[in-house]
Every structure is written in structure tokens, then in C-alpha cells.
């Protein structure tokens, strides 16, 4: 195996300095602009850092309190900066506590380069302490993986890791490195950024025969449908989709990842996809002739049963990864690039028109879905507080102007559902993987990769449970950070189906929390607890007024239930409103 | 829709690990791996997998594309029996008392192309190359005279349409991907689909 270090061949005359494995590590993180590292010391990272130390005045290290936090903050990071997050983790236990985070990061998409310490390199498949095969354990939840054993070959490495994770679709990279490589002196010819790897096509040439056959098909149409997902965010094409969305007056619905890439209250807006998505966008799916999907890969939970989803539409797909084309649903155009390139050459082919018939009928769904669900979740006449009436609050004390994280579950279908977002990156959610215990660490990161905004963390009182060693973290970083914990006594996204599909037989979905305020004030961040509606408003407020972080919780309905709801293993045009 | 055998040659860059990553693309959907074989390829510094599978042939091109998606790959390619040549090696171990004393043997290893690598005292070793049927045959036929070990190896092949890889390596190392970079098996064979 020839090293890679080989590949970066840079020019004699070049003056070199000597330096460690470990500062050529930090070296390449200063040179890929990274501000902010994500956390945990162990005995095989220990070099590494021990030359943070020496460059704590550049980059600022958040130390979490388990691994999984730490790559959920990365994660949490990355949605919110759009940049690359970064984690540290030591080996052996520490490796493997980042594996869901991987995971995550993978299914959805998201930047990480996360660095991992391992046993010397004469040690590995000694099982020695800690020693754990963590590039075999990753593979399939990494877009790259690499073990680095001599230092020298750190530098090439990493540029490769930071160009792999960030270009084409994106995706969490890890690299193991050695101890002895983190402590190896070797002569550092400096930092080349990686542009080209030979057998890697982040995005390709944009062929113009796809671009010209969708737009014949957009312009023929009578009922065309947009459906958008992360692909616009990741792409940072979010100006290039509102003009294609505004100049062909085409209603556009999003995926739970592309939610804020569109303003709510923009008028196209036609709302969310998907198994507890809009009632309209669920069903005209079955109904539009062309189906133009954007940066979204058909999930089960946006499509329900494949073989009858929008059967009698046209599909055009516009993707930045080719597997993603024809992989769950067939398309009559695939448009195979990134959006923010194709998007453009879409809007100058497509005439500019409107259809008011056909958007009126979304319209028509909507007051359905109001009369129906929406009015009672968001105006209960009940004395019971529901998720939705806490959700409604927020968006009128927030503006639509916060960062809102959610977790998994039934809070996190209300929040995606109801609330209402101005700018993008603004929602931060565990989507492909639905990771419980993601929102509490996800809003630490958040926060971090957008200090200037408001970030709410929408917990359920499951999820916080996950992951609530992490108010340590919260409390020794100082970030401000909203903890909205939306309590309804039960594992209620379990307990719903249970209720629904299972003849009420409730399994094992009957959680007990503990006092969060009281938590919270152990950890010296303030709280408190409401119960009533009248309080409510005023709990927020102080909530989001105050100054540093803030646990609110909130107690709600034992058994609501989240609807619509497209059963599983229906179609979404069998969408069910109760 | 049938089931059919499709080989699949991947292209790749010579990277630790990459076997691993390219298997879980198959066990991950539970798809067993009827052979496999790395070696080098024409090209210089680039390894070449060859495997066969047993699939739907929709299973297959969405599998290759799986794997040509990974960083090292250059690029995947799938092909039916009719499309390849290919061949696989067979050794077998028979007592050389029994070859001598029976003239069968020595007119059945003949009649099966069959040539002898070793021969000792104790034992022979012949080897025959083809396809499955024909070592199979042969390992059918020496069963009565006592076959001692035997041993058979992945199907390595040719696509007889290809022109190498030489050409498109030139292309993969240009930093602005060319015309065969944006070639896309899948995106182009859809033609009829744009007749409006």
C-alpha cells in the first residue's frame, strides 16, 4: 500500500519546519477555516491534545460529556454554519459512542470530519486497551474512512477528509490516527487543500439535453407539483429555488430536511410531505401530471406505498448523487447535478405562468386540514395544553426567526409541522435516522454555528433522557441555548401507533421523568414548569428572554395523537385526518 | 423479471479497506457473493474487481451504482454471461497410483483439457481452466478414482465491448471532468422516455 502522502508531491525548493502528527492536525483544521471542535480527551488522543493546548487562542473546544453528544453538536454545527463540523474522540469506547452520529450525519447528509485516536500502530490486532477496529465498525456509516499510521501522511489526508465531506453530497468522514503518528516529528512542507481525487465525482458536467427535456415536460404541464428537500440547503441554492419556484407559479412542498429552505409564509408554500405532512401535498401528489423533485430521495416516510405514488405523474429528479435517480422512484427526466447550478438553467427554460385553479385546490385541502386538525391542535377548546398551542406561541414570540431543533417523535412532527421559519438553516432535526436524544446536544452545536440567533430545542420528555448529561455541557460552555421539553408522559409517537395499530395495548411506552427543573438547577441553568394554559405565554417569554440558557417545561396532553397520518403501507392519497 | 448471473467489474484505486466497503454493499441487502476476485488491471496502480451475482437486473444497476458512489471507485460496470468472457481455475488432487494403474483416468483428464502441474509420487496435480460446468465435469468424473482436494477460483472476465481503461483513467485524472466523466449508463439509455 503506498501511502498517500506520496500522492502530494510539492516542489523541492518548498522550506519545511518540523512539527508533530498532532500539530499538523490542527494545522490542517486552521487551514480549512475551522473555529469550533466538538470533544472528548482519551488515552489515544491525548497528544492531539496536548497540542490544543498550545492553539486554544484559535480554536475553541467545547468539551461534551459522551461522544454522541459530541457528533450530534458537530452535526448540530454543520446544519446551522453550513460549514464542516468537527469532533474529537478517543479510541476504543470512545470511537464506537460515535456511531449513531455517523450514522446520522450519513442518512442525512452533513459535513463531519471526525478524528479518532487509536492504539500505536505495533499494537493494532493485539486487542490491546482500548483498541477497537473503528475503520471496519464505521464503513458503512462513513462517506471515507481512512487510518493514518505515520505522520507524514496527515497532512494530504485530512485536505482529502475535509474536501470528501464537504463536495457533492455531503457526508461524515473519520479518520483514526495512530498514537505514534500523533506523536511522530516529521518535516511539515505545509497545507495543500485537496481539489481533485481522480476516483471521485462530487458533481458532474451538467448535460443540457436533461435540462431541456424537463423543462418541456414543466412547461406542457397542467398540474405540476415541486417537492424539495435538503438538496436546496446543502446546495446553498436556496435564491435559485425561489426563482424557479415564483417564475413558473408551480406549488412547492418540502421533505422534513428541506423545511425553511422556503419561507412558511411564502405563498407557493404549500407545506410539509410525508407520513405527518399537509393533507394537500399528500394528496394531489397522486394528482399533478409532473412531479419535479429537487435535492430529495424519496424516503418511505415522505412516499408511503411505492407502487402507488404519483403512478400517474411524470417524475423529473434533480440530484446531486446519480444513485439517488431511479433508486426508489422512477424518473421520466433525471437531472443529475447540483441544484444550484441546475436550478438556473431550469428557470430560463421554463415559461412563466400561473395556475390558480390548481393551487387553489391546496388551498381547499388547507381549510379542510384547519377545519379538521389544525384549528383544535393550535386553539384547543380542551383545558389540556397540546404540543401545537405551545408551537403557535413560540412562532409568535420567535417571529419565525429562531433556530428551532427538534428530537424524535411526536414533538418533533408538531414543531416540523407548525412552525414557522423566515431565513434557512433553520431547522435541525434528526430526519433519516430519527435518533432520540439528538436535539439537546444538536442545539449546543446549533448554536455554536449561529451565535447571533435564537436556538429552541424541542425535546420530548423520551429524547431528553437520551442524551441529558449534556446540560454539563451547557452549563461549563455557557451557550445560550432553549430547552423546550414537551412533556406528555408517555413514548408518544410508540404509544400512538400502539393506540392506533395495536389495539391500545401500551408496551413498555409508560416513561417516567424525573424533576427537570430541578435537573436543570443541579446544573446551574434556570427553569421551570408549567402545567396551565395561562401561564403558557409568559413561560416562553421569560424562556426566551432570559439571559443564558433556559429549561422550560411543559406538561401536555397524555394521549394526543399527530395527524394527519398516512398509515404504513398506504398511499399518501390515503392520507387519514383522524 | 428472472433472476439472472451478472458480473460486475468495479474499477478501483489500490486503498486499505475498500474490500470491506464494496462487500457490505451486497450483505447490507442480504445479497450473497456468488465469486469474487481482486487483481490488477491494464491500468497501472488501478485494482480491478470482478464479481458475480445472482439478481434481478434492477437490483444490480442500482448496486452498481452504490458502489461506483464510493470515493475509491472509478467505476462500475455489470454484464450478463452474453456480454463477457470469462474464465475460472480449477486444481485437482488425485492419487498418482490410481492415474497410472487405471487408463481411464489419463483419457478422461485428456478428454477435459486437464494438464498436469505436479506429479509425485504419492500425488498429481492437474489443472483445468473454464467454465463451472466443464471443472465441475471433471471433478464429477474423478469422484470414482478418488479425488483428494480440490479447489476452484473466482470467475475473473472480460467485457468484450470494452476498450480498457486507459482512455478513461486519462479522463478521471483531469481536474475538470471531461465528456466520459459525464457519462451515465443509466441517464443515457432512458432516451425513449424524452419522446414526449
Known amino acids: ?578 | 423479471m428472472q433472476k439472472e448471473e451478472f458480473t460486475i467489474t468495479v474499477y478501483t484505486e489500490n486503498h486499505i479497506g475498500l474490500l470491506v466497503r464494496i462487500a457490505t454493499m451486497f450483505s447490507r441487502r442480504k445479497i450473497n457473493i456468488e465469486s469474487l476476485n481482486t487483481s490488477p488491471s491494464e491500468a497501472e496502480g488501478i485494482h480491478r474487481f470482478t464479481i458475480v451475482i445472482n439478481e434481478f437486473e434492477e437490483v444490480v444497476r442500482k448496486l452498481a451504482r452504490q458502489i461506483e458512489k464510493q470515493v475509491e471507485v472509478l467505476k462500475a460496470y455489470y454484464n450478463t454471461n452474453d456480454e463477457i468472457i470469462w474464465q475460472e481455475l480449477a486444481l485437482y488432487k488425485v492419487s498418482t497410483d490410481e492415474i497410472a494403474e487405471k487408463v481411464k483416468v489419463e483419457r478422461l483428464l485428456r478428454e477435459h483439457g486437464a494438464r498436469a502441474v505436479v506429479i509425485r509420487k504419492d500425488y498429481t496435480i492437474f489443472e483445468t481452466s473454464g467454465h463451472r460446468e466443464e471443472t465441475d465435469k471433471l471433478v464429477e468424473v474423478l469422484a470414482p478414482y478418488g479425488l483428494i482436494e480440490f479447489v476452484r477460483s473466482a470467475r475473473v472476465a472480460i467485457i468484450k465491448a470494452s476498450h480498457g481503461f486507459h482512455e478513461k483513467l486519462r479522463e478521471f485524472e483531469e481536474a475538470q471532468p471531461g465528456e466520459e466523466q459525464i457519462e451515465n449508463e443509466f441517464l443515457d439509455k432512458q432516451s425513449e422516455v424524452f419522446t414526449m
Not at chain 1, 500500500?1 to 492536525?25: D, F, W
Not at chain 1, 498514537?179 to 495543500?192: D, I, P
Not at chain 1, 400512538?496 to 417516567?512: E, G, M, N, P, T
Not at chain 1, 397524555?558 to 398516512?566: A, R
Open chain 1, 1 to 578: 500500500m503506498e501511502t498517500l502522502a506520496t500522492v502530494q508531491e510539492t516542489t523541492v525548493t518548498k522550506k519545511t519546519k518540523t512539527i508533530s502528527g498532532s500539530q499538523a492536525v490542527l494545522e490542517a483544521f486552521i487551514a480549512e477555516d475551522v473555529d469550533t471542535i466538538f470533544g472528548y480527551p482519551g488515552g489515544a488522543i491525548m497528544p492531539i491534545y496536548d497540542a490544543l493546548y498550545d492553539y486554544h487562542d484559535k480554536l475553541k473546544h467545547i468539551l461534551v460529556r459522551h461522544e454522541q453528544g459530541g457528533i450530534h453538536a458537530g452535526q448540530g454545527y454543520a446544519r446551522t454554519s453550513g460549514k464542516c463540523g468537527v469532533v474529537f474522540a478517543t479510541s476504543g469506547p470512545g470511537a464506537t459512542n460515535l456511531v449513531t452520529g455517523l450514522a446520522d450525519a450519513m442518512i442525512d447528509s452533513t459535513p463531519l470530519v471526525c478524528i479518532t485516536g487509536q492504539v500505536y500502530a505495533h499494537l493494532l490486532g493485539t486487542d490491546a486497551f482500548q483498541e477497537i477496529d473503528v475503520i471496519n465498525i464505521t464503513t458503512p456509516v462513513t462517506k471515507w474512512n481512512y487510518q493514518i499510521t505515520d505522520a507524514t501522511e496527515i497532512p494530504a489526508v485530512l485536505a482529502k477528509a475535509f474536501y470528501i465531506a464537504k463536495s457533492g453530497r455531503p457526508g461524515p468522514v473519520l479518520i483514526d490516527i495512530t498514537k505514534n503518528a500523533q506523536l511522530q516529528q516529521f518535516e511539515y512542507e505545509g497545507y495543500q487543500p485537496c481539489t481533485h481525487i481522480r476516483s471521485y465525482r462530487p458533481k458532474p458536467i451538467i448535460r443540457k439535453e436533461y435540462i431541456t427535456a424537463a423543462a418541456e415536460l414543466i412547461n406542457k404541464a397542467e398540474k405540476p407539483f415541486i417537492i424539495f428537500g435538503q438538496g436546496v440547503i446543502l446546495g446553498k441554492a436556496e435564491k435559485e429555488f425561489k426563482a424557479f419556484v415564483e417564475k413558473t407559479g408551480i406549488p412547492a412542498a418540502w421533505t422534513i430536511l428541506g423545511l425553511s429552505a422556503l419561507p412558511s409564509d411564502h405563498p407557493l408554500n404549500v407545506g410539509m410531505l410525508g407520513m405527518h405532512g399537509n393533507y394537500g401535498p399528500n394528496v394531489l401528489t397522486n394528482d399533478c401530471d409532473v412531479l419535479i423533485a429537487v435535492g430529495m430521495r424519496f424516503d418511505d416516510r415522505v412516499t408511503g406505498r411505492l407502487d402507488k405514488y404519483a403512478k400517474q405523474a411524470k417524475i423529473i429528479h434533480l440530484d446531486i448523487d446519480p444513485s439517488e435517480i431511479d433508486k426508489n422512484v422512477k424518473a421520466t427526466v433525471g437531472v443529475w447535478g447540483d441544484c444550484k447550478e441546475t436550478l438556473p438553467m431550469l428557470t430560463k427554460l421554463v415559461e412563466s405562468k400561473v395556475y390558480p385553479q390548481w393551487v387553489n385546490r391546496f388551498r381547499e385541502y388547507q381549510l379542510e386540514e384547519e377545519k379538521e386538525v389544525i384549528h383544535e391542535e393550535l386553539n384547543p377548546s380542551t383545558d389540556v395544553l397540546t404540543m401545537g398551542e405551545v408551537i403557535r406561541n413560540l412562532n409568535e414570540l420567535t417571529g419565525g426567526n429562531a433556530v428551532i431543533v427538534t428530537d424524535v417523535g411526536q414533538h418533533q412532527m408538531v414543531a416540523c409541522r407548525y412552525a414557522k421559519f423566515n431565513q434557512s438553516k433553520s431547522n435541525v432535526t434528526s430526519g433519516g435516522l430519527g435518533t432520540m436524544g439528538f436535539a439537546l446536544p444538536a442545539a449546543i452545536g446549533a448554536k455554536f454555528g449561529a451565535p447571533e440567533r435564537t436556538v429552541v430545542a424541542i425535546i420530548g420528555d423520551g429524547g431528553v433522557q437520551m442524551t441529558i448529561q449534556e446540560l454539563g455541557t451547557v452549563m461549563q460552555s455557557e451557550v445560550n441555548i432553549k430547552i423546550l421539553i414537551l412533556n406528555n408522559e408517555f413514548l408518544g409517537m410508540v404509544r400512538q401507533w400502539q393506540q392506533l395499530f395495536h389495539d391500545k395495548r401500551y408496551s413498555f411506552v409508560d416513561i417516567a421523568s424525573p424533576d427537570y427543573v430541578a435537573v436543570a438547577k443541579a446544573y446551574k441553568i434556570e427553569g421551570q414548569k408549567i402545567s396551565q394554559r395561562e401561564y403558557l405565554r409568559d413561560a416562553l417569554t421569560t424562556m426566551l428572554n432570559h439571559n443564558g440558557s433556559y429549561l422550560l417545561e411543559v406538561m401536555v396532553g397524555k394521549e394526543n395523537n399527530v395527524f394527519p397520518m398516512v398509515p404504513q403501507g398506504c398511499s399518501v392519497s390515503e392520507i387519514r385526518l383522524k
